[in-house]
């Protein structure tokens, strides 16, 4: 079956939105205008309505707003805020996306409120923030923590496959930690529903794969779930290595650079100092043709049979 990318502007809003509610602002908000809110969540939702949840401090801020920790009033529960400052029709397929989604080894969405321009994700805290943080200053994990990640970004990825989810931007700052030190997958602003025919590119550019930068020779297909396979391998071998993996240390790469990088360069591996199922594990992810890659059923063996 032909594969569709549900366009984002095309998409109608699929969550249904009713009226503002709700017109108090939020403890913290430097902004005095009023924080109308509308719940699009689940009826399970423990959030309703947003103005119960007051502001604590930044977690982080993201391209396309900021990310709170936020305490409720009467419960004392904490959650992730999201504030999503951008145009609701693109980013409504990321709270439909996130509607859908309920998996352990994905970051939970309670609700999701829409406040005129912005769009509101009360989220499960990671408390122990991103992967990217863990990764700072060239820090290196070793083979069982990385076999572990895996295993649990592999669960995340074969989940949403199963509901025709592409993530699209599988990526440290996109994989968060919770208290357990469980890995799990968030951010979903670049996913699509496949359906069949169309694709769009988004994401974050170092981290994606051969056939999404050099379209004209991979053409369109089921690439997104192995877009995501590659993505991972990259983030493996990162965890290993305690940097980027595929251009020089120091510096932004320019496009060229990276095009070059990504799709010419001979195969990165691992040094000969990681086990085999590791090595083996990094190939099968990074295999340039897109159609030999590693699917994720196959790399739920054997490096991550020995996670922790
Ligand atoms: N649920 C959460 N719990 C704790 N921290 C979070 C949570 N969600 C996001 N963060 C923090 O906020 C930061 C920003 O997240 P956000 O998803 O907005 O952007 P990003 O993924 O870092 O960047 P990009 O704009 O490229 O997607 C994350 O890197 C993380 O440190």
């Known amino acids: ?28 908000d430097p902004s005095p205008a009023s924080f109308s809110s509308s719940s699009t969540s689940p009826d399970s939702s423990p959030v309703e309505p947003l103005n119960d949840l007051e502001k604590l401090t930044v977690l982080g801020q993201g391209s396309g707003g900021t990310v709170y920790k936020t305490r409720h009033r009467k419960t004392k529960t904490l959650y992730a805020l999201k ?15 996130l509607k859908r989604i309920e998996s352990s080894f994905i970051v939970k969405c309670y609700a999701v409120f829409v406040n005129s321009s912005d769009l509101c994700f009360v989220m499960e805290l990671m408390e122990k923030g991103s992967l990217h943080d863990a990764l700072l200053g060239g820090h290196v994990f070793s083979e069982l923590m990385i076999s572990s990640l895996a295993y649990r970004v592999l669960q995340g990825l074969r989940y949403l496959q199963e509901m025709r989810i592409v993530h699209g931007d599988i990526k440290p700052s996109n994989l968060l930690i919770n208290e357990k030190g469980e890995v799990k997958i968030a951010d979903f602003g670049a996913s699509r529903i496949i ?15 051969p056939e ?10 089921e690439v997104g779930f192995a877009g995501d396979v590659w993505s991972s391998g990259v983030v493996v071998l990162e965890c290993y290595l305690g940097k980027y993996p595929l251009t020089k240390v120091g510096g932004k790469p320019d496009w060229a650079a990276l095009i070059c990088a990504i799709c ?5 591996e691992i040094p000969v100092s990681g086990s085999p199922e590791i090595g ?22 054997p490096f991550v049979k020995n996670r922790l």
């Open 212 to 221: 999404r930068l050099d379209q004209e020779k991979w053409g369109f297909g």
């Open 264 to 268: 010419c360069n001979e195969k990165v």
């Open 83 to 97: 504030v999503l400052r951008s145009n609701l029709n693109i980013i409504t397929l990321e709270a439909d996306i």
């Open 195 to 209: 359906a069949g025919g169309d694709y769009v590119s988004n994401g974050t550019c170092v981290y994606m794969n």
């Open 1 to 28: 079956m032909p594969l569709v990318r549900e366009r984002r502007h095309q998409e109608p809003l699929t969550l249904s939105i009713p009226p503002p509610l709700y017109n108090r602002t939020i403890t913290g």
């Open 280 to 301: 083996g594990f990094v190939d099968r992810c990074l295999e340039t043709d897109w159609r030999k890659r590693g699917t994720v059923e196959e790399l739920l063996h």
